[in-house]
């Protein structure tokens, strides 16, 4: 099963046992979370309602992306500026989607459908 999820004002596909790069949020490594804003699931081809759905996650580290370098030049002014940023990201694992746990996702059995 996987659900689109929306974090940071971004939008991320997910199943159980993936890992995810989103902006930074708090949260200790090791510590549990849940992502509540949940847009669509399905399983496959098909798609479910994703009204009271809730996805949730391990948070595995805080972490820095790599620099990026900030350079402004004025032609024939004598002006340049350098400037460096590293934005600050969390890395998550996801455990279960909607209450579907990561053994029942590698698992031999498919959870029933509900009409």
């Known amino acids: 099963m996987f659900a689109i999820v929306r974090t940071g004002g971004k939008q991320y596909r997910v199943a159980a046992g993936d890992k995810i790069v989103i902006d930074k949020i708090e949260g200790e490594a ?6 509540g804003d949940v847009l669509l699931a399905g399983e496959g081809s098909e798609l479910r309602d994703a009204a009271g759905l809730t996805v949730a996650a391990e948070i595995i580290a805080q972490a820095k992306a790599d620099k990026v370098i900030v350079f402004k030049k004025r032609r024939r002014h004598n002006y340049r500026r350098r400037n460096g940023h590293r934005q600050r990201h969390t890395i998550l694992r996801i455990l279960s989607v909607g209450g579907e746990s990561q053994q029942q996702h590698a698992g031999d059995t498919a959870p029933a459908a509900q009409a």
């Open 30 to 35: 090791g510590a549990s979370i849940t992502l």
